[in-house]
């Protein structure tokens, strides 16, 4: 009996009957079973059933490595019929439905795919580059079962990221108090928010208290109906950033100017000036600001442009009791500017004042949501991209949303 604990515990499959142990080609096979208390239960809920037959024999598990050499678990793999979920496998203690896999091995591999590349992860655990991302998406479901991360929610950032070439995005929810990506999935429509509030659900939607988002209706529109003591908070990046497209377009239509009348030095001064004209002044550089200058005393249309949008930018800077003076004159000076881009964009931000008035009263911003999709990005180039958006957002759930399990035998 002692010899049998060792090799359970040696292979972590925790409190089960170890029958015998083999030696074959592939390496160390440990026969075992499962205790009479943990028998015959389903393999996807773990209610007691009734047994349906014998299965297809026996099974194998891979389980960690002993060292250079290969481990599995062998044992029975009966059938019962759930009630709910019909005839499945039994359940076994040391390994999670569906898998070929021990739990030990699993989470080990889960954690290595947090801390570095998946193919680092299958050269060194030996199995297949695809593998690791299943096995990822099943340690990530198990944990998202057992840990609510939707439970809580008062302040929430809502935004979507460019996975994969081909418009494939996916919809990403934040926890602006922790900071903690909460859910995520393919898609960039209302519908994809509208899964995100179903699995919400009315009472917690109810609780929300405030939303950053861009401008986008998709977003807006479910949040409006849904979550009616909801704050939506218009993310000021994106807001300078329509100040910042806005400018471009002066730059193009005055360069465009330029150069149609043959003068060439100077539309190849205003396409110099490109980041001049984007860059915060605090940022510039000698030679930029040199640049700058250029333009106030060559092109005061392109300048007056310059100057709305870094007049809209300090409305985020001012004391919160003058950023709706500030705003509207803005508006003002923007709506008689002569600018057409700026003449629009003044109708946009009219359209968004609430929004844009919550972000600054309440200091919100998509700061977090951008932090989280810098960290999508970097999960996907350091695993040189996905198949399965499913496999990216298990894995941007075990990095990003805590729920990594720990290293096999370690206290956490």
């Given amino acids: 009996m002692r010899t049998a604990r060792v090799w359970s515990r040696l292979l972590g499959l925790g409190a089960v009957v170890v029958e ?5 080609g592939e390496g160390v096979v440990v026969l075992a079973r499962p205790r009479w208390q943990q028998r015959d239960r389903c393999g996807v809920c773990g209610r007691r059933s009734p047994g349906f037959d014998l299965g297809r024999g026996r099974r194998r598990w891979r389980a960690l490595d002993l060292g250079t050499t290969l481990a599995y678990v062998e044992a029975d793999a009966p059938r019962v019929r759930c009630r709910e979920h019909g005839v499945v496998v039994c359940a076994v203690p040391w390994a999670r439905h569906g898998s070929r896999f021990t739990r030990s091995f699993e989470d080990q591999a889960a954690w290595l795919a947090v801390q570095c590349s998946k193919k680092a992860v299958a050269e060194l655990l030996r199995i297949a580059w695809r593998t690791v991302g299943a096995i990822c998406e ?13 439970d809580g929610l008062r302040r929430i950032g809502i935004d979507e990221i460019s996975h994969r070439k081909g ?24 519908a994809t928010v509208e899964a995100f509030l179903d699995a919400l659900g009315p009472e917690r939607c109810a609780r929300l208290e405030l939303v950053s988002c861009d401008m986008a209706s998709w977003i807006s ?12 908070c218009v993310d000021p990046f994106h807001v300078v950033q329509l100040a910042t497209d806005a400018l471009d377009e002066i730059r193009r239509e005055v360069w465009n100017e330029a150069r149609k009348a043959g003068q060439t030095a100077v539309a190849r001064d205003l396409k110099g000036a490109r980041f001049a004209l984007w860059k915060n002044p605090e940022n510039l550089t000698r030679r930029q600001k040199t640049k700058l200058s250029t333009v106030q005393q060559t092109n005061q249309r392109l300048y007056r442009a310059y100057l709305l949008k870094e007049q809209l930018r300090e409305i985020y800077r001012v004391p919160v009791e003058h950023a709706g003076a500030l705003l509207d004159a803005w508006l003002q000076w923007a709506r008689r500017s002569r600018l057409e881009s700026f003449v629009k964009l003044a109708r946009t931000i009219t359209e968004q004042r609430p929004g844009i008035e919550a972000a600054i009263e309440n200091g919100l911003s998509n700061a977090r949501v951008e932090a989280i999709n810098t960290n999508i990005r970097l999960i996907t180039r ?8 499913d496999a990216l957002i298990a894995l941007a759930m075990l990095t990003l949303g805590g729920l990594c399990p720990p290293l096999p035998g370690r206290v956490t």
């Fill in 20 to 24: 015998g142990v083999d030696f074959d």
């Fill in 138 to 150: 099943r340690v990530a479901a198990e944990a998202q079962h057992d840990v609510e991360l939707l």
């Fill in 167 to 190: 418009q494939r995005y996916l919809t990403v929810v934040v926890d602006h108090h922790s900071g903690r990506l909460v859910w995520a999935a393919a898609g960039r429509d209302r």
């Fill in 221 to 232: 529109g479910p949040i409006a109906e849904r979550c009616p003591g909801a704050v939506r």
């Fill in 382 to 389: 350091r695993a040189f991209g996905f198949h399965s958006p």
